[in-house]
């Protein structure tokens, strides 16, 4: 039985990927993709989404507009790393497929509701404001999830858009801390975890000699996706963040990490949008959630390479 999901997300380059990994694996049945803003504003994140929906030809997905605006902040977007588009780097297109009538959030309360006992996942990949509204609507979803996977946060790296706080917190930090203090299982994948798995030349160019629209389409986003993160890092490839969401899901193994207790900073403007993760155990809070710190960044790409060569073009 496919393990149903619903990927929450505002595409983004590595939001794409981690979509077109789920849309390649037949062990996960997506019951939707709620968008919500982010990277770039939600108009542009909704139809990317349809846009990779496309791609991939599965125009069927369910794709809903959630928050255009973060709970109590004002929206802080990424149009730096991604692009004016959100998508930058590949040719894009209007996309056909409709966008659903229903907002995001009801469709995740209708959904929960009606797929009860834990049997929906939640993949997050953006900032958490749709399930912090979902959550806050409809308390007794809670308890029907299963568990939420999000790509959010960061310790013993620091932060990505301050010194101290990771973007998809970082823009809605008060969604964050209604859903780290929701009493749901949580699996987080920082980036201390995801600046390990590195889109490095010869990664990059495995997806473009795939010979599939997805390879290149996937190869063309990443080549313009990368040159800010390794401008940034001097690094040799950018972190792909998001797949590592999905990859979970499917190959629990090649992660480690550690229950710990993971409060977020909402208060002072030196540090808003922090996790502040208790990896030692020192402040007597109860653990609340699995900080992943260890990946296997050969078993991730491996498994990103094997999905996509099943994308062949019709
Ligand atoms: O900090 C990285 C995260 O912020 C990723 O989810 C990326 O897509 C952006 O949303
Ligand atoms: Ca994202």
């Known amino acids: 039985m496919a393990r149903k999901i619903i990927i929450d997300t505002d595409p983004g380059q590595d939001d794409a990927v981690a979509i077109l990994l789920a849309l390649a694996s037949p062990e996960l049945d997506i019951l939707g993709i709620t968008c919500v803003a982010g990277n770039v504003p939600l108009a542009l994140t909704q139809r990317n989404a349809r846009i990779i929906c496309e791609l991939a030809g599965r125009p069927d997905v369910p794709v809903f507009a959630g928050a255009s605006r973060p709970m109590v902040r004002s929206l802080v977007t990424a149009e730096h790393v991604h692009g004016k588009t ?86 809605d930090p008060h969604a964050a801390k209604v859903v780290f203090s929701a009493g749901i299982p949580l699996v987080v994948m920082p980036l201390d975890l995801t600046h390990q798995t590195l889109t490095t030349r010869d990664r990059v160019a495995r997806f473009a000699g795939m010979g599939s629209k997805v390879g290149s389409f996937t190869a063309e986003m990443l080549g313009f996706f990368e040159r800010f993160d390794m401008e940034k890092y001097g690094s040799a490839g950018a972190p792909l963040h998001d797949p590592n969401v999905i990859a979970y899901l499917l190959r629990p193994e090649i992660y480690g990490g550690r229950e710990v207790n993971i409060e977020i900073e909402t208060e002072s403007m030196l540090t808003l949008g922090m996790t502040v993760v208790d990896w030692w155990r020192v402040s007597g809070r109860g653990a609340n959630a699995t900080f992943m710190r260890e990946v296997d960044d050969h078993a991730f790409f491996n498994l990103l390479f094997e999905r996509f060569e099943s994308f062949v073009d019709s």
């Open 86 to 171: 959100g998508l930058n780097g590949p040719e894009l297109w209007e996309p056909g497929m409709p966008l659903r009538k229903e907002h995001a959030v009801d469709f995740i309360v209708k959904t929960l509701r009606t797929n009860r006992d834990g049997a929906v996942t939640l993949c997050v990949l953006g900032p958490l404001t749709n399930i912090a509204l979902a959550l806050i609507k409809a308390p007794d979803i809670a308890e029907h999830i299963h568990e939420i996977v999000l790509m959010g946060g960061g310790s013993f790296e620091g932060g990505n858009v301050t010194p101290a706080a990771e973007f998809n917190i970082y823009v």
